[in-house]
């Protein structure tokens, strides 16, 4: 049995209460715009890096604005013990996300977690109030996600990885996890394929789950003769 366990969040949805992203392009863009975008990605006529790169140009805010709205996002409070669990029994923790590193980096920090490896998209603030994304993980053999999420995974090959999340560019690193957490759009879907998963709504069964396998965890692994 694999004793070694390695972590995956998604972000949006899944650390927090609804999907912030899509909170974010809707109060800050002038238009309506996004909706017809978000739409065509969610049909498979539209690539999730094109989706996201004409959501994220079209708004209008300020770094500063932004950043202030960011400090008042909460995250599931189970996830500060997740890490916590997870530094103790020298557990690596990542984030896997189509959302950005400095808005995560952000309502990380506001919810006093730093030091977390995260794997997200890019975002460069221009004057006044005009954002530039970056997609430093696109894939275009994963085009339901600008972030090829399950690329990250393979380098944890050796460890029994966990996946929790939500959404539809979830399925590919659901897929590649070994556990697997679900809801939403995430669930609906693995459901459809017949794959087995753990539903959620907070993250307390992600941490009953990793408390069961402290035990296990501390159990010489066994050596062949």
């Known amino acids: 049995m694999q004793h070694r366990l390695a972590l995956f969040f ?29 739409h065509a990605w969610a049909t498979g006529h539209l690539a999730a890096r094109e989706c996201l790169r004409l959501q994220v140009e079209n708004m ?10 960011l400090a008042h996002v909460r995250i599931d409070p189970v996830f500060p013990t997740i890490v ?11 984030i ?24 997200a998209n890019d975002l460069a603030f221009v004057a006044p109030d005009r954002l530039v994304p970056g997609f430093p993980y696109c894939d275009p053999a ?11 995974l393979a380098a944890f090959r050796g460890h029994r990885i966990v996946f929790a999340g939500d959404g539809h560019s979830d399925l590919d690193a659901a897929l590649a996890a070994d556990v697997v957490f679900a809801k939403a759009t995430l669930a609906r879907e693995l459901d ?6 753990y539903p959620f709504e ?24």
Do not use: C
Not at 84 to 94: C, D, G, I, K, T
Not at 96 to 111: C, E, H, M, R, Y
Not at 192 to 197: K, L, N, P, T
């Open 10 to 38: 998604d972000f949006d949805n899944t650390l927090t209460d609804g999907d912030l992203l899509d909170q974010l392009i809707e109060a800050y863009s002038p238009n309506e715009a996004w909706r017809d975008w978000e």
């Open 192 to 197: 459809e394929r017949g794959v087995s998963f």
């Open 84 to 94: 916590e669990w997870a530094r103790a029994h020298q557990v690596p923790v990542n």
């Open 96 to 119: 896997v996300s189509d959302s950005f590193l400095p808005l995560i980096t952000q309502v990380l920090g506001a919810n006093g977690i730093e030091g977390m490896r995260i794997f």
């Open 202 to 225: 907070t993250l307390d069964p992600v941490l009953a789950f990793l408390e069961t396998m402290s035990a296990a965890m501390a159990e010489p692994v066994p050596t062949k003769p």
């Open 142 to 152: 994963f085009e339901r996600s600008a972030n090829a999420k399950a690329r990250h």
């Open 60 to 69: 209008r805010v300020s770094r500063a604005t932004l950043f202030e709205h």
